[in-house]
Structure formats: C-alpha cells, structure tokens
C-alpha cells in the first residue's frame, strides 16, 4: 500500500507559477513509475505528466509541454510538478498517481496506476 499526499495548490495569476508536491509512504518510492493528472469541473480527468521510476524519462501531455516539468527526489520521496506561465484553462484539481514497476518506463494512461492522492485545487484567474 501507497500513501500519496499532494500539496501546493492555490490561487495564482494567469502567467504565474506553482510548484505541487506529492509526498510517499509506505513502500519504495523508486519502485514506483508516477503521474500527475488532472480534473476540471464537468471534465474527464486527465494526463498531465509522467517521470519513470529513477526519474530518467518524463513525458508530457501537449497541452502543459514547455509550461510545466515533473521531477522526483527518490531520497525524500517525493515527486513535483513545477507549473509555469499558468493558464486559466489549468485550473483543475490536480492528482499524483504511482505505479508499480520494475521496468524503466513512464505510464499516461490513468487505468495503468495503481494509487491516488486526494487531490490539490489549482486555480488560475484570468
């Protein structure tokens, strides 16, 4: 069992910045693949974000490459996403997810993890 927590969400300016943070327990972190996602109000949730178990490889959804940057510190475990020059269509309520893993890759489909956080708001005025 995973316990994931996200932090760092808040009310900012469009064109500010936010760094989230998803803090671990319960097993080793760097056995875990992880995964930001996110939900707006009437929307399906979506991928954001994903960095592989050693934080290697990241990839991101086109609509935050550029913007955003996902990173981990497997001594604190820890993953964040640095989210820059933010938009109003970013507000959402925004998920850290792990999966677990012993292969090198990084995973966008939400139905391929296998713990979630409660979720941070994110909201951005226009």
């Known amino acids: 069992q995973v316990q994931l927590v996200e932090s760092g969400g808040g009310l900012v300016q469009a064109g500010g910045s936010l760094r989230l943070s998803c803090a671990a327990s319960?097993?080793?972190?760097?056995?875990?693949?992880m995964g930001w996602f996110r939900q707006a109000p009437g929307k399906e949730r979506e991928f954001v974000a994903a960095?592989?178990?050693?934080?290697?490889?990241?990839f991101y959804a086109d609509s935050v490459k550029g913007r955003f940057t996902i990173s981990r510190d497997n001594a604190k475990n820890t993953v964040y996403l640095q989210m820059n020059t933010l938009k109003p269509e970013d507000t959402a309520v925004y998920y850290c997810a792990a999966h677990w893993t012993v292969q090198g890759d990084y995973y966008s489909d939400p139905d391929e993890y296998d713990y979630w956080g409660q979720g941070t708001q994110v909201t951005v005025s226009s």
């Open positions: 319960g097993r080793t972190f760097s056995n875990y693949a």
């Open positions: 960095i592989t178990r050693w934080g290697g490889r990241t």
